[in-house]
């Protein structure tokens, strides 16, 4: 009898269960979207010095976590915070050399053959996005324009120059900006968007060439995946 009454409780359970309704409305107001984003860029160099010029393909890529929180009732509006890790390589003919603990700036002539020249930073950045978009929660597929600003703090960089006898390296340059900032979008339709970031602070606190400070800036273009 017993095990008569636990298998009639058991399937009034499932009965009862089976007739509940999914709470669609519960299910759209918590939803959030695009946690997680990776992105590959073309770093330019603005304002360079007269005789600074890039050469080869200047790669970036970026990756980290972004917490979403909508501000509206629909979840197509939020404000998202995160964290992340970049990577900037700028293969240009400024040639970084340090000779007793002085860190000098001269550039390849023209007709000079050399087999590598580039500079390589590597960041922890924290963005915060303002977001819209066209989402849902049962659909993934929507139109984004994500707009924000990022403060960037470089842990580490190293330069090198290699041609005929020569290979200069310098490490953590103490003449380039630890701290870096500037402001970005990202927009496009599903797992494509469209990005861009332009900086303002420039890139090197110390250091001339020919007499003129070194007040380049940077400018990434390029594509950003967002993941959920």
Request: hydrophobic residues 40%.
């Amino acid at each position: 009898m017993q095990k008569l009454f636990q298998l009639l409780f058991l399937l009034s359970f499932l009965n009862g269960f089976s007739q509940e309704k999914p709470d669609f409305e519960a299910v759209d107001s918590l939803y959030r979207e695009d946690q997680f984003y990776f992105g590959i860029t073309y770093n330019i160099l603005n304002h360079k010095p007269e005789g600074v010029s890039q050469n080869s393909f200047s790669a970036g890529v970026d990756l980290g976590f972004l917490r979403d929180f909508p501000i509206n009732k629909k979840r197509t509006v939020a404000i998202a915070p995160g964290l992340g890790l970049s990577y900037k390589n700028y293969k240009q003919n400024l040639i970084i050399q340090e000779d007793n603990g002085v860190i000098n700036y001269s550039t390849i002539a023209t007709d000079a053959p050399f087999d590598k020249n580039k500079l390589a930073m590597c960041f922890v950045e924290m963005p915060i996005e303002f977001r819209w978009r066209t989402s849902t929660y049962d659909s993934h597929k929507f139109w984004r324009v994500y707009s924000g600003v990022k403060l960037s703090y470089m842990f580490y960089n190293k330069s090198r120059y290699i041609a005929t006898d020569i290979d200069y390296k310098v490490s953590n340059n103490p003449d380039l900006n630890k701290f870096q900032y500037g402001a970005y979008v990202a927009t496009g339709w599903n797992s494509w968007n469209f990005y861009a970031y332009y900086g303002f602070q420039n890139m090197f606190k110390e250091g001339t060439l020919n007499g003129k400070p070194l007040d380049m800036s940077t400018l990434n273009i390029g594509l950003m995946f967002y993941i959920l």
